[in-house]
Nanobody, 123 residues
Framework: QVLLVESGGGLVQAGGSLRLSCTAS????????IAWFRQAPGKEREVVAA????????YYADSVKGRFSISKDSAKNTLYLQMNSLKPEDTAVYYC????????????????WGQGTQVTVSS
């Protein structure tokens, strides 16, 4: 069993920044992708950004390109999401997820999920 624990969420004004972290209890060796998803009230969970466990291939949703940056520290089994120029529409619960994934945008392909961390952006 792999536990994913997110941290770093909070309340920030529009235009501000936050850095989310996700630490895995161990590397999920069966996984090829680790990603950040978010879910706003009344909306479906959507991928924000993803990165390969091996190498540095990344994916970003169009809505966050140029503002968010995903990175990892493999030695610490930790995933990061640097969020800059935050907008009220970025308000959501942010989850990290890992799995053997063929389509990074498909939530049900991920095997492991964190409990989520709330990000609230005020206008």
């Amino acid at each position: 069993q792999v536990l994913l624990v997110e941290s770093g969420g909070g309340l920030v004004q529009a235009g501000g920044s936050l850095r989310l972290s996700c630490t895995a209890s161990r590397r999920p060796y069966s996984s090829n992708v680790i990603a950040w998803f978010r879910q706003a009230p009344g909306k479906e969970r959507e991928v924000v950004a993803a990165i390969g466990w091996i190498g540095d291939s990344t994916y970003y949703a169009d809505s966050v390109k140029g503002r968010f940056s995903i990175s990892k520290d493999s030695a610490k089994n930790t995933l990061y999401l640097q969020m800059n120029s935050l907008k009220p529409e970025d308000t959501a619960v942010y989850y990290c997820a890992a799995g053997v994934v063929s389509n990074v945008r498909v939530a049900h392909e991920y095997d492991y999920w964190g409990q989520g961390t709330q990000v609230t952006v005020s206008s």
